[in-house]
């Protein structure tokens, strides 16, 4: 059987073969290499913890005074309002930019394409910086600038490539009907892409969560911000390891709790009618599609 498969096979698909025994044993040992590699890595990482005293009393007991709860606290609201920020403007800069690119007036698509093109090449550190210094603006403004620029840039291509995506007859119908471009978009390829592109905003959203963390370089009272200052204030030992080991766990909890929700939105909406109702039914084999 080869990796193009028949339908009465049951061993194959219509793109690979299923591994078989020797490869399935393979791949399982594979598997156990890899983690045994990764429990040695955690436990030689563990064993230096140990070893340089950075689970001891003394070096966590700061963490109990409520100043410096306080303090982490307060940077970690900072760093979510930043985010709030920052999303909710990408999300707009996205569609307007999307739209431009959809535009069929060509100096409005060449002035989306320049800016998105422009603003995805652009290191987001370095866009912050230069609004920051060269125009004077405050940390926070400066901060939701940069990161409202770059993913909003990239969300554009998102929104983009999910319009695009929608069968062109979806479209062609809805003018038939006398409906009109503005309403093509909003009412008929809107909402059939947005169901498409919620992972991939949500995904680029945990990016725009991770760079809040950049805010610590222009001063932002970010929630790294505030570890920055409390490591610098501990009279121990390598004080940054204790605080990196507080602030890095909510980090990627943020992270971790953003990359839940879209998968379970990918999972939700797999499940849904209206999605089981465009899925491509497989082609039978010697027919062409449009012919038969």
């Known amino acids: 059987?080869?990796?193009?498969?028949?339908?009465?096979?049951?061993?194959?698909?219509?793109?690979?073969?299923?591994?078989?025994?020797?490869?399935?044993?393979?791949?399982?040992?594979?598997?156990?290499?890899?983690?045994?590699?990764?429990?040695?890595?955690?436990?030689?990482?563990?064993?230096?913890?140990?070893?340089?005293?950075?689970?001891?009393?003394?070096?966590?007991?700061?963490?109990?005074?409520?100043?410096?709860?306080?303090?982490?606290?307060?940077?970690?609201g900072n760093t979510l309002k930043a985010f709030a920020y920052a999303s909710v403007l990408s999300l707009?800069?996205?569609?307007?930019?999307a739209t431009g690119r959809l535009s069929v007036h060509r100096p409005l698509r060449w002035i989306s394409t320049l800016c998105v093109e422009f603003f995805r090449a652009m290191p987001v550190l370095v866009m912050i910086f230069f609004i920051f210094v060269a125009l004077k603006v405050q940390p926070l403004p400066a901060l939701v600038a940069g990161l409202t620029l770059y993913n909003g840039s990239v969300l554009a291509e998102v929104f983009r490539t999910g319009v695009n995506a929608v069968d062109r007859g979806?479209?062609?119908?809805?003018?038939?009907?006398?409906?009109?471009?503005?309403?093509?978009?909003?009412?008929?390829?809107?909402?059939?892409?947005?169901?498409?592109?919620?992972?991939?905003?949500?995904?680029?959203?945990?990016?725009?969560?991770?760079?809040?963390?950049?805010?610590?370089?222009?001063?932002?009272?970010?929630?790294?911000?505030?570890?920055?200052?409390?490591?610098?204030?501990l009279d121990y030992d390598l004080p940054f390891i204790p605080v990196v080991l507080v602030i890095a766990p909510v980090y990627i909890g943020m992270c971790m709790l953003l990359s839940w929700f879209a998968t379970w939105v990918a999972k939700r909406e797999r499940r849904s009618l209206k999605t089981r109702a465009v899925e491509v039914a497989p082609a039978d084999p010697g027919i062409v599609p449009g012919q038969g």
């Open 170 to 233: 979806q479209g062609e119908a809805a003018y038939a009907l006398g409906l009109r471009k503005t309403q093509v978009m909003t009412y008929v390829l809107a909402p059939q892409a947005v169901r498409a592109m919620l992972p991939a905003i949500i995904s680029q959203l945990v990016v725009a969560l991770k760079d809040t963390s950049l805010g610590f370089l222009i001063t932002y009272e970010e929630f790294l911000h505030a570890g920055k200052l409390i490591a610098s204030n």
């Open 92 to 97: 707009l800069l996205g569609a307007v930019l």
């Open 1 to 76: 059987m080869t990796a193009l498969g028949l339908h009465g096979d049951t061993g194959s698909t219509a793109l690979y073969d299923y591994p078989g025994p020797k490869t399935r044993r393979r791949h399982f040992l594979y598997g156990v290499l890899s983690t045994v590699v990764i429990l040695a890595l955690a436990g030689w990482i563990l064993y230096l913890l140990f070893d340089t005293g950075q689970f001891t009393g003394t070096k966590w007991s700061p963490f109990a005074y409520k100043g410096l709860q306080e303090l982490l606290l307060r940077g970690l």
